[in-house]
């Protein structure tokens, strides 16, 4: 496979925003998660207003589960807390009082913080994170973060922040952004009115002076209390960014996925098949795809890795298809039997016939193989890169009127995928012959005609080393 073609596979920042993938992300231990989560000075907080408010507050001061505003206040006072903070650790309390077992109020949740199960501990900050990222804007921050994969400019977070909060929360404020305490969890059983006079207080100037950047800071600020961001500055020019702790990054991996995202984990595919290899692959870029292959194949013998490949390969996509025979390149000649076997199989023959003659073989290669062994290309390429970036690649080297002779006969090709790459090119060919080409021959391969020869037992394609057989 052509180097311009493998990184075109992993080009996943140049997919246009509707087609972006979550970003793999690498997991910290669970040990070492939990060390994290014990030194939270959320959790500490509310380690200390649980035993403050088993030891010093009046019965009258605790209603249920809320506390009244003199509670709140004589708690700031006595732990050194902000009022924002009290209530924010008292919702944890409860949270995690709600858990059950070894998890309790006072004497308990201190008790499990500090010689508590792994397990236990986790259990209790995730309790804790659902509570903060009950406010959509704390969920939004945080789910904006996972999303970036890396550390965020001040700046630029602000921007995103303003342009998500900002119009609907002026309008409802008269004018102002609205109030720190907003961005406050809808805190369950906490007398939310008063919380959020509480945190407005939190600010200069109260809730009328409050504005985005201010409450920008606050969901900042909760979030690092309980560990879920950290802050560093930019090397070049000292600017302040933002990015998930490994701790955050474990928890949000955790609510998307109960959510039905597909958020992919950095060396997970070591202990899996090759169909998970291949689709871990689709959302890594160069450098983490090759940890990934190395981890993969360090885990098997060869020859049952090659196996495993080709079995993923004939059951895949495109997109799979090629990238299991690049990690079969990877392999060498302890694949040779293995693709050779390959040669049998339809929708595999000429991806194989390529990496034979590559390698050495003398295996016949005629013109349909490499006509099919395009469009099979191109359709795997549109599963990663978009398809403006596939046009401009997938055929560099041949001139304008031998790619229109090219795209004019593709229609005949045997392929699933030969409308939507047909497509691609009539869309985003910059020679107009070309693009006519292509326009023409997706209109002949969409006609019942063409589609009731599908599918045909064929293999077809140019090689690797060039697509179009030139």
Known sequence: MPAHVADLMRRNQQKPPERRRLPSVRLAPRDELASMARVAPLLRAARDLGQWAEQRARPSAVAGNELDPAAVQAAASALDLAPREVWAAWTVVIAAAELGGDVARGQGLAGVLAHGETETILQIWDAALAVVLASEELDGIATALYTVGGPVGMDGLFDAYASAAGPSRVASSGGQASSPAALSPSWPGTGRDAAAGVAADAVPGGRAG?????????????????????LDTEDGDGSLTVALSPLGTWGVHRRLRAQGWHVPVRGAARREGARGLLAALANCDAEDGEAEITSWLAARDAAAAAAELIDAA???????????????????MSALDQVRNALDRPLLRAHA?????????????????????LVDLGAGLLEEANAQDVVAELLPELPPEDQAEIVARLWEVSHPGVTSFL????????????ARAARKAA????????????????????????????
């Open 443 to 470: 209109f002949k391969a969409r006609s019942p005609a063409a589609s009731a020869e599908w599918p045909r037992p064929r293999a077809a394609g140019p090689t690797r080393g060039d697509p179009a057989g030139s």
């Open 314 to 332: 004939a059951g895949g996509s495109p997109g799979q298809r090629g990238a299991a025979f690049a990690v079969l390149d990877r392999i060498g």
């Open 353 to 373: 016939a390529v990496w034979l003659i590559e390698h050495g073989e003398q295996v016949p290669l005629d013109p349909a193989d490499r006509t099919w062994l």
């Open 210 to 230: 409050s504005d985005q950047g201010a409450a920008l800071s606050l969901a900042l600020e909760t979030l690092a209390d309980l560990g879920v961001v950290e």
């Open 423 to 434: 497509t691609a090119l009539s869309d985003h060919h910059p020679v107009p012959a070309v």
